[in-house]
């Protein structure tokens, strides 16, 4: 595996956004389905899929665009709904490799890094770890 591939996450959402942003088909979408699993959220965002016979799409309409609905809807109702495809960062991945001390990383505003050692967890149930600046 070569190292200049290794990307980070937020590298694969940035060239992922990128790329839908730039379809023209992604970035004004017409969809026409079946709403299910529709729910309303105290913050005004609704949540909701979109399906037909063959597939679904989750959804979200931000309370910014809730507040101009013209009618309650109501799961089973068929839609048509007008937006863009977003990326919410998920991915199918599987380990491929252990990291462990003495590896180099690259590390946000750091540039690349040494892991020194691996302590326990943080207060926030995050794994701690000493860093050296690598050059």
């Given amino acids: 595996m070569r190292e200049d591939a290794i990307l980070s996450p937020s590298q694969v ?3 992922l956004k990128n790329m839908m942003d730039r379809d023209r088909l992604l970035s004004r979408l017409l969809v026409r389905g079946e709403l299910s699993n529709y729910k309303m ?4 965002h609704h949540y909701f899929t979109l399906k037909d016979g063959e597939g679904s ?3 979200v ?4 665009d809730a507040q101009y609905l013209r009618f309650r809807p109501e ?3 068929q839609v048509i709904a007008a ?9 199918c991945l599987k380990p491929d490799k252990q990291v462990g001390q003495g590896a180099v990383l690259t590390a946000r505003g750091l540039g ?6 691996v302590g326990g967890l943080t207060k926030k149930g995050r794994v701690g770890i000493v860093i050296e600046r690598y050059l």
Avoid: T, W
């Fill in 41 to 44: 959220y105290p913050s005004g």
């Fill in 83 to 91: 937006g863009r495809v977003s990326l919410d960062h998920a991915a």
């Fill in 13 to 15: 959402g940035q060239y």
């Fill in 112 to 117: 690349k890094a040494k892991l020194i050692e």
């Fill in 75 to 77: 799961n089973g109702m």
């Fill in 57 to 59: 799409l989750r959804c």
């Fill in 61 to 64: 309409m931000f309370r910014s």
